[in-house]
């Protein structure tokens, strides 16, 4: 994806954006090492109080619904797994970086990560439903988690041009993603490439942030000779979670802003009906309160 050239010039008199910090790192670097083990992760992660002990709540929250109380931190990374583990990481690592405090009225950013964790949510439960084999659940969760975490970053260092987007799209109709190519010339995919072209995310959790509005891309991308393919049902699975979100039922978007455009091919690669969709909703209704958990163990 070519990232507009007046985007470039105001992150660059802006400064770097922000880095993934050492431990962060350290975790995810030995995770996707072969021959890890969880007393090496444990060993990392233990150097981050914090850290540890959001991984022991979470693990024992009805979040992930283990079996037996977790006493240890070693425990709890092998009960919950390494792909858990990374996805707490990340969430935890991202929570503090962009902490939850709004510049204004016009971002709630409490709303935006309830946004966020509903839209991981949606795409980990679609993805079962719909016998993804080949998606892992987590990244399903994490992908749809990060999808939007562009507009986090310009709430936090481009908030002007954000809160004109804002504006602009409650009094066009248009919806927010929309308005942000219209007045900015850019958008919050741009801004999130930017962002975690540094962090050495995934593939599985890369594409689909940045083509989460646009989900056919990846396929273009991938008839060009790049081995994307994988990535195309996960983009598919947040693009549509996002769009569920301004449903009546979820409600879990800014009110007034216009639902982002659907593309209906999602639909057919995802393959959920009519009937699908609504046992989505309901199944939905019925995990709201995991949200409200992940959410108050995480942030900071």
Not at 49 to 70: H, W
Not at 146 to 161: A, K
Not at 230 to 253: G, M, N, T, V
Not at 271 to 281: H, Q, R, W
Request: a negative charge; proline letters at 5%; charged letters at 20%.
């Amino acid at each position: 994806m070519t990232i507009p050239l007046e985007l470039t010039d105001k992150i660059a008199r802006l400064g770097n954006l922000p880095t993934l910090p050492r431990i962060a790192t350290l975790i995810m670097n030995r995770i996707n090492a072969p021959q890890t083990s969880a007393k090496d992760i444990a060993s990392i992660a233990g150097q981050d109080v914090s850290l540890s002990a959001k991984i022991l709540r979470l693990s024992n929250s009805a979040f992930y619904g283990m079996p037996r109380k977790v006493s240890n931190l070693h425990d709890a990374i092998v009960i919950l797994g390494f792909k858990v583990i990374h996805t707490v990481v990340i969430t935890q690592t991202v929570f503090d970086l962009f902490p939850d405090r709004s510049i204004s009225v016009q971002f709630n950013r409490k709303a935006f990560w309830k946004h966020s964790i509903t839209c991981g949510l949606l795409s980990k439960l679609m993805a079962g439903m719909a016998g993804f084999k080949t998606a892992d659940p987590e990244d399903c969760f994490c992908a749809g988690l990060l999808h939007d975490i562009g507009r986090i970053v310009m709430e936090q260092y481009l908030h002007e041009d954000l809160h004109n987007a804002i504006d602009y799209s409650l009094k066009s109709g248009k919806s927010l993603f929309q308005s942000e190519s219209d007045l900015l010339g850019y958008t919050h995919l741009d801004v999130a490439e930017l962002l975690i072209s540094g962090w050495n995310l995934p593939a599985a959790l890369h594409y689909p942030i940045i083509f989460h509005h646009y989900p056919a891309r990846i396929l273009q991308e991938a008839s060009a000779g790049k081995a994307l393919q994988p990535f195309h049902a996960l983009a598919c699975l947040c693009h549509f979670s996002d769009y569920l979100c301004y449903d009546e039922i979820i409600q879990c978007a800014q009110k007034g802003l216009a639902p982002p455009p659907l593309d209906p091919a999602c639909l057919h690669d995802i393959g959920l009906d009519e009937g699908g969709i609504a046992a989505l909703k309901n199944n939905l209704v019925r995990e709201l309160e995991k949200i409200e958990v992940f959410y108050n163990i995480l942030s900071p």
